[in-house]
């Protein structure tokens, strides 16, 4: 199954096969170098015990050599074997949807149309079909962000919800079906943004869920500080850094943050710059190599939970 958070619209991807720790050392340095708007980078492991495999997705015609030179520092020669291929838009559609199974988080089930005979009596279903637009719910930091949800759940029922970086609005929709209340949901991406109100309307919540276009809380709709008791993002570390000071603005005096995208090397710079705001972490997931983090403000606050898969 393929991993990563992808671009809109996609046009090439870049594929090498290496170790460990070289996938995950170009993951890091692709991930910081390039806008993550534009490109995005996934490694994982092709068979247990075996070698990885990094895909690099770019949204236009990228600089082979540049980058070439970019991964020599971390593989030497071996960056000349990897291979550049252009992507059409329908061979990604199909790509995201072969081998996907249902995904759940307690009574949330996230599936796609082929998987309905899947759903219990009493699940809160979510369809989702992968379009241009990342997110299938099947990617780990989507799967923490919901079992996060879940276990807040427990402790609390929110309020106001934000989703910044909604991709096909998984986590905007799972709030509005759990809560029955409208939630507020953004995109950077006009075309994420019009997948997700057509996937909201699919799910039968299209008045529930209000969407915008824009970067971050750029928008009326989302620039309301103090007003939201819980804030997802699941975006990329770089993003989550910057956003620290306005997220942190727009969520109540006791609101929640779900952060994920977060590679495990990521986690220690997002906590300092959230930190920075009064944030401390709760509770962590750790799933498939990606992290999920909950946010509170506070001062004093015991060891967090970390759970993994």
């Known amino acids: 199954m393929l991993e990563g958070l992808h671009p809109n619209r996609p046009t090439h991807v870049f594929r090498i096969t290496t170790d460990e720790r ?44 540049a980058i070439r030179d970019l991964l020599r520092p971390v593989v030497g020669e071996e960056a ?36 309905r005979d899947e759903r219990r009596s009493n699940d809160i279903a979510i369809e989702i079909e992968a379009g241009l637009a990342f997110g ?8 923490g962000c919901l079992l996060a949800f879940v276990d807040e759940l427990k402790m609390r029922k929110p309020r106001h919800v934000l989703d910044v970086g909604t991709g096909t609005g998984i986590l905007a929709f799972a709030a509005a079906k759990v809560l029955k209340q409208p939630v507020v949901a953004g995109d950077i991406d006009p075309e994420a943004v019009r997948v997700a109100r057509e996937n909201a309307r699919l799910n039968g919540i299209g008045p529930w869920v209000k969407l915008y276009t824009g970067p971050g809380i750029r928008h009326e709709m989302a620039d309301r500080p103090g007003y939201f008791d819980l804030v997802f993002a ?15 603005s727009v969520a ?7 952060l994920s995208g977060l590679l495990a090397h990521d986690v220690a710079g997002v906590l300092s710059a959230y930190a920075l705001q ?23 606050h015991p060891l967090p939970r970390s759970l993994s898969s």
């Open 252 to 258: 109540s005096r006791d609101g929640t943050l779900i």
């Open 136 to 143: 299938t719910g099947h990617h780990g930091t989507t799967l």
């Open 234 to 248: 699941n975006i990329l570390a770089k993003p989550l850094r910057m956003l620290a000071p306005s997220l942190a």
């Open 80 to 115: 000349d074997k990897g291979i550049f291929l252009p992507l059409e838009q329908k061979d990604w559609v199909k790509a995201s949807l072969e081998g996907l199974k249902p995904v759940r988080a307690g009574r949330i089930l996230v599936h796609g149309s082929h998987d």
């Open 22 to 65: 070289s996938a995950r050392a170009m993951t890091d340095l692709i991930g910081e170098i390039f806008d993550p708007a534009e490109t995005a980078v996934a490694a994982f492991e092709t068979e247990e015990d075996g070698p990885w495999l990094l895909e690099a997705y770019f949204a236009r015609d990228p600089d082979e050599a």
């Open 278 to 300: 009064g944030f401390f972490l709760e509770r962590r997931y750790d799933l498939e190599g990606w992290a999920a983090l909950v946010l509170k403000r506070g001062g004093a």
